[in-house]
Structures are given as C-alpha cells and as structure tokens.
C-alpha cells in the first residue's frame, strides 16, 4: 500500500487520438482512423482514447535489453489493458519521467514501483466510475482486457466507455498493487514491440536519423590517450569532393578533459564535415597530424602490469572482517594464487553517432546514450544553455554494453553542428569507437586463503591494484578510487575476511563494462574457490556448497544483508539441470560459477571440448537465474544468454594492448568477437517466485569466465590464471 | 562527379557519386534506405550485407563503381517467401536483442535458403559465419532458421 498524496484531477482531455497516431512507433497500427477518437492521459506515462487504444509511453533508452517492451508490459499488467490494443510510444528525455536510464541493470529495479504506482491509480479511477454505473461495490470490480469486469454476474465496461466521467475524478489517494497471482501479462514471453520494424529495416536507430538539411561528420581523435591536439595539415581532405569543413576539436576549449564527476569530455582530435559519410571518412584518413602528446604517459601495457604488481605490495585495506593476517599464520594451509585481467572494449554493433541540430537559442538531440541526464548537463556546461533550450529524443540504441554511458560523442557532434549553423549527424568509424572507448579497467588480484584442518577456509584476502575507472572518470572525494567495494565476495560469509585496493595511475581511458567491477572481482574469487576445492580433493560445488553454509541471511554490510537459501537454490539446480558428475568424453570438462549481482542470483556450469591442438570449443552453458518476477521470460533469457555469450568471448579473446599509448585493437579482425560456428548452446532456468523483479542486464556474465576457466582445468588440469585464454596458447 | 544507374528493390534511381563510394553509403545517405547498417566497413562483420543479384555481399566493400547492371534487394525490398518465413521465424522466437545486426542477419539468412531450402546446423553456421551479433542472438538465429527452413518444406 502506497500514500498517495497528490488530489488533484490527474486525467486530462488531450485531444484526439488521430494526432497521437502519428507520432512514435506503433506496434499494431489502429486500422480505423476515420473517426477522430478523444484521448484521456492518465499520467505523463498511459494514455487511453475513446476507441479502446491504449498508448503507454516507453521512457527508458532502448539498447537491446528489451526496456521498450517489459516497462510497458507493466504498466499494462497493472492497468489490467489488452495487449493487443496498446501502442507503445518512445519518450523524449524529461524530467517528469524520473530515473530515464539505462545501465547497471536498474531500470526494473527502480521502475517496478513506479509503473505500477502509475497504472494502479488510472485502474482505480476507473473502477470507481464502473462501480457507480454498475451499481456493484468496488471491492467486487477487476480490470482485465481493458475492460473494468465484475465476474460473479458477467456484466462488465470497456474503458473507453469510462474515460468522460473518469476524467473528472481525483486521483487515488491510495494505492493497491495487483496480486502476483493474477498476472496475465507479466511472466508470458512477449515479443518485443518494435519487431515487425526491426526485421524489415524500419526501426530507426541512432545512426538512422535523418533531419531536413543535415549534413554528415566523422573524427579522428589523437590516438594516443591523453594526449592534445596537433597541427595538421588538412588541404588534402578539403580536397576530397563533398567535403565543407575541417574543424578542430580541442576539449581546453570546453573545460579538459572531464566535464564533472563521471563525466569525461570529448576527446582531442579533428573533425571533417562532408555532405555524405563516405566523404568524410575518405577526408579523415588524408588528414596530416601532428599531435602534441607532451601530456601522456605514452604507456606500454607490459608496463602498466608491472606496475599492478608492484602496487599489490602497497594498498588500503577498504574491508576487514576479524583479524586476517593471524588466522592466515595460525592456518592448517594457506593458498594463495594471482590472477590477471585485461583492459576490454565495448563494441556495441552500432558505432559512436549522434545527430545534433544546434540553432541559435535550441539544441535538438538524437542520441542513442544510455544517460540522456549526463548528456543534457555536458550541453549545458559546454555551451551555458538552460534545459528549456535543450530536446533529446532518444532513438533505438544498438547495443551499448555501459559505453554509451559516456556522451563523450554527443558533445563532438553539438560542437559541428553549432559550428556549422546546420543539423550534423556524426559518425565515429569502428576504428575510432575501439581506439577511443571507455574500456573495462585492467587488474590483477592477489589472492590467500587459510584452512582449517578440514580444508574449510578460515581467512580469506583479495587484494586488488589496478588503475580506477573512478579515478580516470574523476569521481570527486575518491581519489584513490577504489575498485573493489566493501560489498564483495565473500564478505559476510568468511569470518576474518580482508579486502585490500592497491591504486595506479594511468592515461587509459576507463569506464563501465558489463557488470562493472565484479566482471574482474568474481573471475579472481570464483576460480579460487575452484582451486581450493581442487586442493582439498573435493568436488567444487559440493565445496562451494559448504562455503556458503547454512541457507541464512547473510550480514554483508550494517545496512544490508541477503538471503544465502537463494544462491543455494540456484546452485543446487544447475548442479541438476547440467548433470554435473556424469561422465564426459576424453578432454571435455565441466567448470562451475555462482554469484551475485544487483540483487539477482545466478549459477552456471560451462561445458567444454579441448582438442588435442590446445581448441578450446564451449559445448554449453546450463544457467539457473533468480531474479525475483520476471516480467518477459523471453527478454529476460535473452539477457541471460547475451551477458554469458559476452563473459565468454572476453575471456577467450578480449583483449585491448596499449603500445606507446596507443591502444593496438582497431576492428573485428583484432578485437575478436565470437562467430556463430564457436557459440555454445544456452540454457537457462528461472526460479519461479514472488519476490520484487531484480536486474538481469549484467548478474549472468560476471560467473561465465570463471565457469569456463575452471571447465578447461576439469579437461586438461592447466589453471587459468590470466585473460583472455586463448592468447598465445594454454598455459 | 559521374552518375549511376542502379535497380534497388526493384526500383531504377540513378545516383551521383564518387566511383569508390561503397553502396552502404549510397544507400544510406544518397537514398535514405537505412535499412542496412553500418558496422565495421572493412568487410568482416555482415552488419551492411544487401544482395546482388541474389548472392549475398557486404554493401560497405562494393564500390559503386562496380555495381553493373544487377538487381540490387535490401532489407527494405525483400520479400519473397523465405524471407517471409523467415520473419515469422524470428519473431517467433523474439530472435532480436538491439536488433541492429539483423537486417544483416535476415539477408544472409534469405541468401542462404534460396540456395540450400534445408541447410544442416553445419551449413548453417558456415553461411552465417561473416555476420557478427555482438548481443549474443546465436542461438536464437540458429533455430529462426531452421523454423524457417521446416515451415517452408511443410
Ligand atoms: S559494415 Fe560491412 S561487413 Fe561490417
Ligand atoms: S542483436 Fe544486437 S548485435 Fe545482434
């Protein structure tokens, strides 16, 4: 039950629907236009006509995870409206919105309430009209298929015939959220609804704009990271037909290199502006540059190792749990192992782009970012405008993995458009997007463990040195920037536990990948515990089993604490779905993860083949997934499916090298991704319950890599220790 | 700047253009069919794959100056019965994460079934192997595929 304190008249008479039908994307076109039909808005968020149409306005960015259908599919749910005659409309950025984001697997997290609060109110309206006209008490009224019904005597009223008298009523003061048990919508697998536009190439992405006048652009960024502009020489790309302009884009001019906390800025380099894409990215390429890179480090990643580990001797301790260091003196038998990984990239399938029409007193935005909020503050900073004079409408996304958290290209293309007194639409080459991305910091992990007697662990240290990703984004009050927080496993579980961060400071560019830090943090802690299980001649689940103890709610920190009897379920079942002991044929071998993450639970086995050539092929994954409800079981596998394939490929071929500064990966040929010959078979399970919807976007990578490095040891004996596996050879 | 004469979706436009320019570009900027996508450039990844003259090929590697006379279909144009089968397919299956290497997807999948009507999953991952999903949809196109191929023999 939620106070609701707002009475006044909440539905407003917007107009006819005819309107509305033009805008945005439907999913069902309305096949009877003739008739004007009256729109009612129940809230910035449902709209009802009076022909029967629901519109249900999409607000989060849309990158691939499925947000333009599940949020809707709530509001639906709790509205109680047919399906079949909603349109799902994609907002602009605004405020009234509210938490209008995309990344770390929040949006459901912080909208389940929202949607629901919004839609219950609009039910409640108009079950109140229904029970005056019905003559039946409220209590007695459901809402279903868009009707208001009373079951025990069948009668019942559409919505549309409700809207009038609706829209005279006050809003709820209180609100009654559905029972889960009467779902209709959430829980059944629901295509997404821009479907028949994805398949027949209609669905506008990003770089799919096109705005009246507008011209075409495209960067080359000084490629060795923080380093400045340069003096170039650029007659030869003037020359290239088509070209208008060459620009310089020097971020000095627009307050360095970070516009705020977690905010970078652009990055230097040079701009050309052409009348079509192909030009400017001929142009770009005959640019002659001489950049000024007095500012960088000019770093080597062999380098920049090093240095990780020699700072693994010099740390803070940002945890400690009992008194770590005696009970690993006073051990039976300490382990200990270290483990390192790489820098990553994003490489979402649709490169940096974002089209930009900056007149005098407005600045008009398309932009595929998963933080339109970020990118209205970088516009106001870097050109002093109000948010009245900013609009930002967020187009189809495709795919940004945590690096379109960065507006880094946005401010690139405001830049040529207010140059240019023109619409600009900017396109980064592949080139630039790997070259100049925000990677997934580089780390390496030291890692002890005391026994006791029995093998069971009594202290347990993990000590991590890297360069920050906060530290390179600079986050204010942090400066060391820690990359491992107080939350982590197994913190909660172990009762002399010592986490330790050990930081670096480096000119890569550093930022968010799929599952932050626990991307580095599981693999380290998950192979461990395989490797203490092997060291004590156990079987790894049964000994991760016995690690977590009593199902409990387990203390991590004052103010939070979770329930262990959920990582316990998730575990005990994949350890069934995956037939885990059954015999396997010579060199294949089954590996096992389990953890974690915004507020979700998930298990894996990894099954894998080596050849006698050292091939490493992934046979399958097995996943069992507690995430709470799951409002769309077909969006939600997929999520599973996309972070395992994603935790996979990094961990067999991810891999960014920094040579002389310059980052060596610039397409597909050398950052590799998996084809679809080398990509396993999924399967994925869901612990069904009642419990409030989770995230989903990251909670399944952070346990594939460590599930596939302990299946390699299970079918050849070699550890894995460093990332990715499959360069050069197995160890 | 010499000019093209080109049958795109079965429509005759003609284009002015540099001779390297790659068809992506001209069918995105020139003509506005957005459709196919931009990806790698360089080949490798099937984001931008049209067909000509019913062979699959990467828009972004085909200089304009190369298109002779040919039928040149898109995402946009496709039509014919495999590709509806196909469409069914994927939704069906709700294939699409971001759904931006799908067009690329679709076209290789149509090429692949007018040619073979009942490709083996072998024969499936080799002709499909030039287009990337960076979402991870493998799996899912696998099966499309095969739900496609099944439906069209019954
Ligand atoms: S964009 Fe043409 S193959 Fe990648
Ligand atoms: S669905 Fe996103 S790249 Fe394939």
Redesign the interface.
Known sequence: MKKELDRRTFIKLTGTASGALLVGTHIWSCKDEKLPAEQYEFSPLIKIDSEGWITLIAKNPE????IKTSLPMILAEELGADWNKVKVEQADFDEKYEEQWAGGSFAIILNWDLMRTAAAKARQVLIEVASKRLNKPINELIARNSRIEHPQSGEGIPFAELLQEASKLSAPEEVEFKSVDSYEIIGK????V???E????????G??V?VPDMC?ATVLKNPVHNGGVGKFDGAAARSV??VLDVVELNNQEYGGRLIGPNSPNFVNGIAVIAN????A??AAKLLNVKWDNSTSRRENTEQIFQRFHQQLADTTIERSDGNTERAIRNATTTFEAIYELPFLAH?????MNCTVDFRTDHCEVWAPTQNPKALEEGLIRLFKLSPEQITIHLP?????FGRRYYVDYAMDAAILSKKMGRPVKL?W??EEDIKHDWYRPASVHKMVAGLDGEGKVTAWKHVLANASRKTSLGREGNPAGTEIDEYEFPAGFVPNLQLEYGHVLSDVPLGQWRAVGHSATAFSALCFLDELAVLNQADPIAYFLDFLGEPRMVPVVDDYEYDASRLIAVVEKVRDNSNWGSSLPKGWGRGFAASKHSGSFVAEVVTVAVDTNEKIRVVSVDAVVDCGIVVNP??AA??V??????GLCAALYGEITIKDGVSEQS???DYR?????E????KVEFIANELPPRGLGEPPLPPAAPALANAIFAATGRRIRKLPINKPALP | MPTYQLTINSNKVTVEADPDTPLLWILRDHLGLTGTKYSCGVGICGSCTVHYNGNAVRACSFPIANVEEGEILTIEGISEKNSTALRAAWKALDVPQCGYCHSGQIMSATALLAKNPKPSKAEINTAMSGNICRCGTYSRIQRAIELAANNLDG
Do not use: H
Request: net charge negative.
């Open positions: 990158i691939g995870q499925g697998k629901t295509p997404q821009d479907m028949d994805l398949l027949n190439g209609k669905a506008i992405f770089l799919d096109q075409y037909s088509g079509n894409t192909w030009a990215f001929k490489v979402p399938m649709e490169p189809r996304i495709g795919g940004a396109c080459t592949r077909s969006g997929a999520q499916e996309g972070g395992i394939l994603e397409n597909f040929n991704w998996m084809r679809m010959e990509s396993p078979e999924i």
